[in-house]
């Protein structure tokens, strides 16, 4: 190995030296080293014995087989070296490489996937760069403009924000409500009991949720027409009142809109009382006349019946100018507004309605364990529906009051209706709370 990798190392040189004069140095280095594996440890050339010459045999001639003996013990990288620099005086052709596809085939197929070379993505020209650079820039600022947007709007315009956010909080809960409604509603359909299988909660919603969606409905539409919504927007908040439901109020609004209403209804009570008091001459054939006769003499004096004292007189509001058909349109119409309902022409069936929707409240209270058991808001919630302005009324002041309705609703059949709604007239008429409500112009 050693001789080849020198007598090519002479070839690669390229000296220009003549046959005869190689033949001989290539003998002289071959000799030398069979006498020096002789003598020393076995060299890696293998040639036959026979074929092995000493310097007294070859008497300075090169024998006729010397080049191919040579070749035949040399290995194979160094024949390749021997040969290429055998023709060094050649000119030496390039190395053929394969065509470039079979190459990328080649190695495509023999790689595995993961390890296979990705082709280098086409330059792009700077003109692109700065393009997409652009194009990157503009887009993220105005994401982050558009994500900081109500901070911005807060920062500079904080009462308008305000607005924004009572009116988006205020849509959220009507319509959350709305789809509870619709699922009370399919109850309501589907039970054999009717509304009678609803709870105190769903019966309130189900009795507030139409009214509130015909009222609320406009101020949606009109919000959210193109172009006309940016006037009616803060039209609809000049007068939340009007436009609006309690959706939309703020704890001071709702406060102050139900110190309204309840004024409001609250001065038809006289109306309703002297309705009562006209027609009373015209039952005094009745059984009950003296008692009801005492009963609203109580109420004139300033004082209330009990409720034993209007379960005893409650066959005169079965039949004459006291149920439901009889009364005047005068007496129905004031009714309809202390009840704080819509005016219609179906007015009597509005009443109808109303009353057996709070009627199976009551009685929804007392399978949920009695009117002790009512939250505060609740308590304030179901005096204000049956005409008592709960404002600075204690707590045990609300249950007393609303003990005297459930007992009074829970004892009465379905053609006592007019009794029932002649309630906020025979167990409030009288109160310091509705009375203060009327006439106090400060808590009005």
Known sequence: MALALRVASRFAQGSAVSWPQDRQRLLQLYITSTRASDNGPKSYCTLPPERKYSAKSTGGETPPTIKRNVAAEITSVGKVIYETGWDANKPKDPPKDPPKGQQLVKTADTLPEHDKPKEPDAPRSKREQMRDNMQDYIFTRYFNYVKNYDKVLEKNFPKAMQLYHVFFDGVKDFFSDMKRFLKISRIANDSPQGIRALNRQELELYMMMPRDMMKVAPALIGCSLPMVGYAFFPLVFWYPRVFLTSHFWTAEQRSDFQNYYMKTRLQYNKSVFRCLQAKLKTLSEHPKHAEFRNILGLLGSGTH????????????????????????????????????????????????????????????????????????????????????????????????????????????????????????????????????????????
């Open 305 to 444: 019946p009990t409720p034993e004292m209007l379960l005893d007189v409650k066959d005169i509001f079965v039949e004459g100018p006291y149920s439901l058909l009889g009364m005047p349109r005068k007496h129905v119409k004031s009714l309809v507004n202390m009840h704080g309902l819509q005016n219609s022409i179906f007015k009597r069936h509005r009443l109808h309605e109303h009353a057996f929707l709070v009627h199976y409240m009551d009685q929804a209270i007392t399978r949920e364990g009695g009117v002790h058991n009512l939250s505060l808001d609740a308590l304030r919630y179901s005096c204000y529906l049956r005409g008592l302005n709960p404002v600075n009324l204690s707590d045990e002041e609300m249950i007393e009051w609303l003990r005297n309705w459930v007992k009074v609703s829970t004892s009465i059949q379905g053609e006592h209706i007019t009794l029932f709604l002649h309630l906020p007239i025979l167990l409030g008429y009288n109160h310091p709370s509705n009375w203060k409500t009327i006439y106090c112009k400060g808590d009005a």
